[in-house]
């Protein structure tokens, strides 16, 4: 095949093939005497398989996919994928805690009664959401976050309240929403006590949750193709 024949099922350019195996997401063509690209089932098959992953894991990692099945790294693929299905429950998980907690937006919050409805530090909540300090005090200028402060140290102190409104902008922001819009959605939740515009976006989360799923099993087709005529010995 010529790189013309690759680019045409998918709606490409010639150069954007030639690009492709420049960034090793195809393999090395082979050349005939006159210096013209010279593709295989093995190329379409590795340019199928990068396409698809694009949606379900992003272009970056979509390229160290494929940079690592061509290096003969089945370990580092799975290794990679492994990662992406984690990640994809630990947001439904989240989802999931969240669309729980709408039921009691709107209610008083209840006496603290454990540890894990005790107020935390900034370090702690930090630690609990997996982003940085810092991300914290970005949402805190945001106007996300409206922690209080020790009236002796005066140092932030998250409580009950926070750790919510924390929570949603992080759900949120794992799903492209930008500060100002989160913003506003945890403003009205706080202010009105509506639940309809969290409602859409936990329902626009999801349906994005549902693609990137389906994404993640096309692209285990398309890939297990590639791998098999890569490497028949995987």
């Not at 930090?126 to 805190?140: C, D, F, K, Y």
Request: charged content about 25%; proline content about 5%.
């Amino acid at each position: 095949m010529r790189p013309h024949d690759l680019a045409r099922e998918h709606g490409l350019s010639t150069q954007a093939i030639r690009n492709y195996e420049r960034d090793g997401f195809l393999p090395p063509a082979e050349r005939t005497a006159s210096g013209y690209r010279v593709y295989t089932e093995a190329h379409a098959a590795a340019l199928r398989a990068f396409l698809a992953l694009i949606p379900a894991y992003g272009h970056a990692t979509a390229g160290r996919l494929m940079n690592a099945v061509h290096r003969g790294e089945v370990e580092q693929v799975l290794k990679i994928i492994d990662r992406g299905h984690a990640q994809l429950l630990r947001d439904r998980e989240t989802l999931a805690a969240v669309r729980t907690a709408v039921d009691h937006l709107t209610a008083e919050p209840a006496p603290a009664t454990s540890t894990d409805a005790e107020p935390r530090t900034v370090g702690e909540l930090a630690h609990q959401l997996q982003v940085t300090p810092a991300t914290l005090r970005n949402w805190e200028d945001a106007g996300i976050l409206t922690p209080a402060r020790d009236p002796v140290t005066g140092y932030r102190i998250f409580h009950a309240g926070d750790v919510r409104d924390a929570e949603l902008a992080h759900l949120l922001r794992r799903g492209g929403y930008p500060l100002d819009r989160i913003s506003t959605v945890v403003h009205q939740i706080r202010t009105a006590g509506g639940t309809d515009t969290l409602a859409r976006a936990l329902a626009d989360w999801q349906r994005k949750l549902t693609e990137r799923g389906l994404a993640m099993l096309h692209s285990a087709t398309r890939l297990s193709q590639c791998l098999d005529l890569t490497d028949p010995d995987h």
